[in-house]
Protein backbone atom coordinates (compact mmCIF):
# COMPACT_ATOMS: atom_id res chain seq x y z
CA UNK A 1 0.00 0.00 0.00
CA UNK A 2 1.11 3.69 -0.58
CA UNK A 3 1.58 5.92 2.19
CA UNK A 4 1.26 9.78 2.65
CA UNK A 5 2.28 11.72 -0.76
CA UNK A 6 5.29 13.88 -0.54
CA UNK A 7 5.94 17.04 -2.27
CA UNK A 8 8.12 15.03 -5.10
CA UNK A 9 4.66 13.58 -6.13
CA UNK A 10 3.75 16.93 -7.43
CA UNK A 11 6.53 18.13 -9.35
CA UNK A 12 6.72 18.17 -12.75
CA UNK A 13 3.03 16.72 -13.33
CA UNK A 14 0.56 18.78 -15.54
CA UNK A 15 -2.49 20.31 -14.05
CA UNK A 16 -5.30 18.38 -12.93
CA UNK A 17 -5.30 15.23 -14.86
CA UNK A 18 -4.90 11.21 -13.92
CA UNK A 19 -1.94 9.84 -13.05
CA UNK A 20 -1.04 6.00 -12.58
CA UNK A 21 -1.10 4.40 -9.04
CA UNK A 22 1.43 1.34 -8.76
CA UNK A 23 1.57 -1.37 -6.21
CA UNK A 24 4.65 -2.95 -7.25
CA UNK A 25 4.09 -3.36 -11.22
CA UNK A 26 0.52 -3.16 -11.02
CA UNK A 27 -1.88 -0.26 -11.57
CA UNK A 28 -4.65 -0.05 -8.37
CA UNK A 29 -5.53 2.77 -9.01
CA UNK A 30 -5.82 6.57 -10.96
CA UNK A 31 -6.16 9.54 -9.27
CA UNK A 32 -5.82 13.32 -9.55
CA UNK A 33 -2.77 14.95 -9.51
CA UNK A 34 -1.60 18.63 -9.78
CA UNK A 35 1.65 20.57 -11.27
CA UNK A 36 3.68 22.66 -8.85
CA UNK A 37 6.54 23.03 -10.98
CA UNK A 38 7.33 26.78 -11.09
CA UNK A 39 7.13 27.28 -14.78
CA UNK A 40 9.17 29.22 -16.83
CA UNK A 41 8.44 33.47 -18.52
CA UNK A 42 8.20 32.64 -21.73
CA UNK A 43 7.92 35.78 -24.36
CA UNK A 44 4.82 34.56 -25.69
CA UNK A 45 2.95 34.69 -22.36
CA UNK A 46 4.25 38.12 -21.47
CA UNK A 47 1.49 41.05 -21.83
CA UNK A 48 2.88 43.70 -23.92
CA UNK A 49 1.12 46.98 -23.70
CA UNK A 50 2.61 50.38 -25.96
CA UNK A 51 2.51 53.10 -23.10
CA UNK A 52 4.02 56.93 -22.99
CA UNK A 53 6.12 55.71 -19.27
CA UNK A 54 7.54 52.18 -20.76
CA UNK A 55 10.90 53.49 -21.56
CA UNK A 56 14.45 52.52 -20.65
CA UNK A 57 14.67 56.23 -19.15
CA UNK A 58 12.28 55.45 -16.03
CA UNK A 59 13.02 52.93 -13.88
CA UNK A 60 10.87 50.10 -11.61
CA UNK A 61 11.90 48.95 -8.54
CA UNK A 62 10.66 45.28 -8.14
CA UNK A 63 11.26 43.78 -4.65
CA UNK A 64 11.35 39.69 -4.38
CA UNK A 65 13.18 39.76 -8.09
CA UNK A 66 15.22 36.25 -7.09
CA UNK A 67 12.24 33.75 -7.97
CA UNK A 68 8.19 33.22 -8.68
CA UNK A 69 6.33 36.14 -8.60
CA UNK A 70 8.95 39.25 -8.51
CA UNK A 71 11.09 37.31 -11.02
CA UNK A 72 7.66 37.25 -13.59
CA UNK A 73 6.95 40.98 -12.68
CA UNK A 74 10.84 41.92 -13.24
CA UNK A 75 11.10 40.42 -16.30
CA UNK A 76 7.90 41.73 -17.70
CA UNK A 77 8.05 45.17 -16.93
CA UNK A 78 11.64 44.91 -18.38
CA UNK A 79 10.04 43.06 -21.97
CA UNK A 80 7.87 46.72 -21.66
CA UNK A 81 10.70 48.88 -22.09
CA UNK A 82 11.59 50.17 -18.30
CA UNK A 83 14.69 49.82 -16.75
CA UNK A 84 14.02 47.40 -14.11
CA UNK A 85 16.59 47.56 -10.35
CA UNK A 86 15.28 43.90 -9.21
CA UNK A 87 16.03 43.78 -5.26
CA UNK A 88 16.22 40.33 -3.37
CA UNK A 89 18.54 38.93 -0.90
CA UNK A 90 19.65 35.94 -2.90
CA UNK A 91 22.27 36.73 -5.28
CA UNK A 92 22.11 33.89 -7.67
CA UNK A 93 18.45 34.05 -7.73
CA UNK A 94 18.75 37.94 -8.69
CA UNK A 95 21.77 37.45 -11.23
CA UNK A 96 19.26 34.56 -12.95
CA UNK A 97 16.39 36.96 -13.49
CA UNK A 98 18.76 39.15 -14.82
CA UNK A 99 20.13 36.86 -17.51
CA UNK A 100 16.29 35.81 -18.09
CA UNK A 101 15.89 39.21 -18.89
CA UNK A 102 18.16 39.99 -20.86
CA UNK A 103 17.52 36.74 -22.52
CA UNK A 104 13.95 38.76 -24.07
CA UNK A 105 15.94 41.74 -24.45
CA UNK A 106 14.78 43.35 -21.68
CA UNK A 107 17.08 45.28 -18.60
CA UNK A 108 17.07 43.96 -15.18
CA UNK A 109 20.02 45.19 -12.99
CA UNK A 110 19.89 43.34 -9.76
CA UNK A 111 21.15 45.06 -6.51
CA UNK A 112 21.39 42.33 -3.40
CA UNK A 113 19.43 43.75 -0.64
CA UNK A 114 18.63 42.86 2.47
CA UNK A 115 14.79 44.33 3.54
CA UNK A 116 15.21 44.05 6.93
CA UNK A 117 18.04 47.04 6.82
CA UNK A 118 17.01 50.96 6.46
CA UNK A 119 20.24 50.91 4.87
CA UNK A 120 20.19 48.89 2.11
CA UNK A 121 16.84 49.90 1.58
CA UNK A 122 18.31 54.04 0.86
CA UNK A 123 21.18 52.19 -1.23
CA UNK A 124 18.84 50.36 -3.57
CA UNK A 125 16.99 53.80 -4.13
CA UNK A 126 20.14 55.34 -4.30
CA UNK A 127 21.23 53.15 -7.01
CA UNK A 128 17.95 53.02 -8.51
CA UNK A 129 18.02 56.59 -9.70
CA UNK A 130 21.24 56.37 -10.94
CA UNK A 131 19.41 54.86 -13.84
CA UNK A 132 16.73 57.15 -14.71
CA UNK A 133 13.29 58.64 -13.18
CA UNK A 134 11.79 56.31 -10.94
CA UNK A 135 8.42 55.84 -11.57
CA UNK A 136 6.73 52.60 -10.28
CA UNK A 137 7.59 50.32 -7.43
CA UNK A 138 6.39 46.73 -6.96
CA UNK A 139 6.59 45.75 -3.57
CA UNK A 140 6.47 41.42 -4.21
CA UNK A 141 8.62 40.23 -1.56
CA UNK A 142 7.01 37.46 0.56
CA UNK A 143 7.63 34.79 2.91
CA UNK A 144 5.23 32.35 4.83
CA UNK A 145 5.05 30.40 8.63
CA UNK A 146 2.71 27.72 9.61
CA UNK A 147 1.79 27.98 12.62
CA UNK A 148 -1.17 29.70 15.10
CA UNK A 149 -1.08 32.83 17.24
CA UNK A 150 -0.74 31.22 20.32
CA UNK A 151 2.54 29.19 18.97
CA UNK A 152 3.79 31.88 16.77
CA UNK A 153 7.16 32.60 17.42
CA UNK A 154 7.60 36.37 17.87
CA UNK A 155 11.45 36.21 16.23
CA UNK A 156 9.48 35.08 13.18
CA UNK A 157 6.67 37.76 13.28
CA UNK A 158 8.94 40.51 13.75
CA UNK A 159 11.06 39.27 10.74
CA UNK A 160 7.76 38.92 8.57
CA UNK A 161 7.05 42.09 8.91
CA UNK A 162 9.96 43.47 8.56
CA UNK A 163 9.88 42.39 5.37
CA UNK A 164 6.26 42.24 4.13
CA UNK A 165 4.64 45.57 5.79
CA UNK A 166 7.45 47.39 6.46
CA UNK A 167 10.05 47.40 4.07
CA UNK A 168 7.02 48.03 1.59
CA UNK A 169 6.05 51.02 3.43
CA UNK A 170 9.83 52.50 3.27
CA UNK A 171 10.69 51.86 -0.30
CA UNK A 172 7.38 53.78 -0.82
CA UNK A 173 8.07 56.59 1.42
CA UNK A 174 11.65 56.85 -0.18
CA UNK A 175 10.34 56.62 -3.94
CA UNK A 176 7.53 59.20 -4.04
CA UNK A 177 9.30 61.94 -3.72
CA UNK A 178 11.19 60.94 -6.99
CA UNK A 179 8.08 60.42 -8.69
CA UNK A 180 6.73 63.87 -7.47
CA UNK A 181 10.20 65.12 -8.75
CA UNK A 182 10.18 63.56 -12.14
CA UNK A 183 9.10 65.83 -15.16
CA UNK A 184 5.36 65.21 -15.15
CA UNK A 185 5.19 64.19 -11.30
CA UNK A 186 3.42 60.76 -12.22
CA UNK A 187 4.60 57.46 -10.34
CA UNK A 188 2.51 54.25 -9.07
CA UNK A 189 3.14 52.10 -6.53
CA UNK A 190 1.66 48.07 -6.76
CA UNK A 191 1.27 46.23 -3.61
CA UNK A 192 1.34 42.03 -3.85
CA UNK A 193 -1.55 41.16 -1.87
CA UNK A 194 -3.34 38.12 -1.78
CA UNK A 195 -7.13 36.43 -0.91
CA UNK A 196 -5.67 36.79 2.60
CA UNK A 197 -5.75 40.11 2.17
CA UNK A 198 -9.62 39.73 2.10
CA UNK A 199 -10.31 36.79 3.84
CA UNK A 200 -8.40 34.72 6.45
CA UNK A 201 -6.83 30.77 6.95
CA UNK A 202 -6.12 29.15 9.66
CA UNK A 203 -2.16 28.82 11.01
CA UNK A 204 -1.33 32.08 9.11
CA UNK A 205 -1.89 35.10 11.35
CA UNK A 206 0.95 37.04 10.21
CA UNK A 207 0.67 36.58 6.69
CA UNK A 208 -3.32 37.51 7.28
CA UNK A 209 -1.34 40.64 9.22
CA UNK A 210 0.33 41.91 6.49
CA UNK A 211 -1.86 41.13 3.60
CA UNK A 212 -4.71 43.74 5.07
CA UNK A 213 -1.99 45.95 5.90
CA UNK A 214 -0.84 46.08 1.95
CA UNK A 215 -4.47 47.13 1.49
CA UNK A 216 -4.22 49.97 4.01
CA UNK A 217 -0.49 50.97 2.62
CA UNK A 218 -1.64 51.07 -0.97
CA UNK A 219 -5.22 52.42 0.05
CA UNK A 220 -3.19 55.68 2.01
CA UNK A 221 -0.69 56.19 -0.55
CA UNK A 222 -3.65 56.69 -3.20
CA UNK A 223 -5.67 58.73 -0.69
CA UNK A 224 -2.55 61.66 -0.79
CA UNK A 225 -0.90 60.88 -4.58
CA UNK A 226 -4.05 63.68 -5.71
CA UNK A 227 -4.27 61.46 -8.56
CA UNK A 228 -0.75 61.32 -9.64
CA UNK A 229 0.88 59.06 -7.74
CA UNK A 230 -1.16 55.73 -7.79
CA UNK A 231 -1.55 52.81 -5.95
CA UNK A 232 -3.13 49.37 -6.07
CA UNK A 233 -3.04 46.11 -4.79
CA UNK A 234 -3.08 43.00 -6.73
CA UNK A 235 -4.73 39.69 -4.33
CA UNK A 236 -4.80 36.64 -6.25
CA UNK A 237 -5.10 32.84 -4.96
CA UNK A 238 -2.43 30.46 -4.65
CA UNK A 239 0.14 30.44 -7.32
CA UNK A 240 3.10 28.53 -8.59
CA UNK A 241 6.11 29.61 -6.76
CA UNK A 242 8.44 28.55 -4.17
CA UNK A 243 6.26 30.10 -1.63
CA UNK A 244 3.22 27.54 -1.77
CA UNK A 245 5.67 24.50 -2.91
CA UNK A 246 7.41 25.05 0.60
CA UNK A 247 4.36 25.72 2.75
CA UNK A 248 2.40 22.45 1.71
CA UNK A 249 4.35 19.88 3.96
CA UNK A 250 3.37 22.26 7.17
CA UNK A 251 -0.26 22.86 5.99
CA UNK A 252 -0.52 19.02 5.76
CA UNK A 253 1.05 18.76 9.06
CA UNK A 254 -1.02 21.44 10.65
CA UNK A 255 -4.15 20.28 9.73
CA UNK A 256 -3.26 16.25 10.24
CA UNK A 257 -4.13 15.72 6.15
CA UNK A 258 -2.30 14.89 3.22
CA UNK A 259 -0.15 16.83 1.56
CA UNK A 260 -2.73 16.15 -1.79
CA UNK A 261 -5.32 17.20 0.54
CA UNK A 262 -3.48 20.62 0.91
CA UNK A 263 -3.62 21.53 -2.56
CA UNK A 264 -6.99 19.68 -3.63
CA UNK A 265 -9.21 20.67 -0.35
CA UNK A 266 -7.42 23.97 1.28
CA UNK A 267 -5.63 25.74 -1.67
CA UNK A 268 -7.71 24.99 -4.50
CA UNK A 269 -11.27 23.89 -2.50
CA UNK A 270 -13.14 27.41 -3.10
CA UNK A 271 -11.62 28.26 -6.53
CA UNK A 272 -13.68 27.25 -9.23
CA UNK A 273 -10.96 27.46 -11.13
CA UNK A 274 -9.34 24.23 -10.02
CA UNK A 275 -5.48 25.31 -11.46
CA UNK A 276 -2.87 27.84 -9.60
CA UNK A 277 -2.07 30.62 -11.60
CA UNK A 278 1.22 31.15 -13.27
CA UNK A 279 3.80 33.92 -12.10
CA UNK A 280 3.67 35.62 -15.46
CA UNK A 281 -0.07 35.91 -14.93
CA UNK A 282 0.02 37.53 -12.42
CA UNK A 283 3.07 40.18 -13.20
CA UNK A 284 0.46 41.27 -16.44
CA UNK A 285 -1.89 41.79 -13.89
CA UNK A 286 1.23 44.61 -12.32
CA UNK A 287 1.85 45.63 -16.44
CA UNK A 288 -2.21 46.29 -16.44
CA UNK A 289 -1.75 48.33 -13.58
CA UNK A 290 0.90 50.45 -13.80
CA UNK A 291 0.28 51.25 -17.67
CA UNK A 292 -2.78 53.89 -18.74
CA UNK A 293 -5.36 51.03 -18.35
CA UNK A 294 -4.70 51.72 -14.51
CA UNK A 295 -5.68 55.25 -14.71
CA UNK A 296 -8.68 54.81 -12.65
CA UNK A 297 -6.93 52.19 -10.48
CA UNK A 298 -6.11 54.23 -7.46
CA UNK A 299 -6.71 52.72 -4.34
CA UNK A 300 -8.18 49.55 -5.79
CA UNK A 301 -7.52 46.11 -5.84
CA UNK A 302 -6.95 43.85 -8.67
CA UNK A 303 -8.68 40.50 -7.33
CA UNK A 304 -7.75 37.55 -9.68
CA UNK A 305 -8.89 34.77 -7.38
CA UNK A 306 -10.95 31.87 -9.10
CA UNK A 307 -14.23 33.32 -7.58
CA UNK A 308 -12.42 32.20 -3.78
CA UNK A 309 -13.73 35.12 -1.93
CA UNK A 310 -16.65 35.90 -4.19
CA UNK A 311 -18.24 32.79 -4.73
CA UNK A 312 -19.26 29.90 -2.98
Given amino acids: MRG ?34 EPKVEKEDILILKDKYFHSRNVALVTGAASGIGRAVSIALAANGLTVLGIDISEDGGKETARLANELRGKVIFQRTDLTR ?63 QSEDGV ?13 VTKNKPVYNITKFGLRGLSQSIAAEGEGKIRSFTVSTGFIKTPLTLHQIPDQAKQRGITVEAVVKDVMLGRSQVKEMMTPIEVANLFVIGFSFLGKYLIGGDLLFDGGMVKTY
Avoid at 147 to 169: C, G, H, I, T, W
Fill in 187 to 199: GAVGNMCSVHGHI
Fill in 4 to 37: RLQIKDFVRLRPFGLRNIKDGGNIMEKEPFFDLQ
Fill in 118 to 180: DEDIEECVRQASKHGNIKFVANIAGLQHIDSVENFPMAKYDFMQKVMLRAPFYLSKLCIPHMK
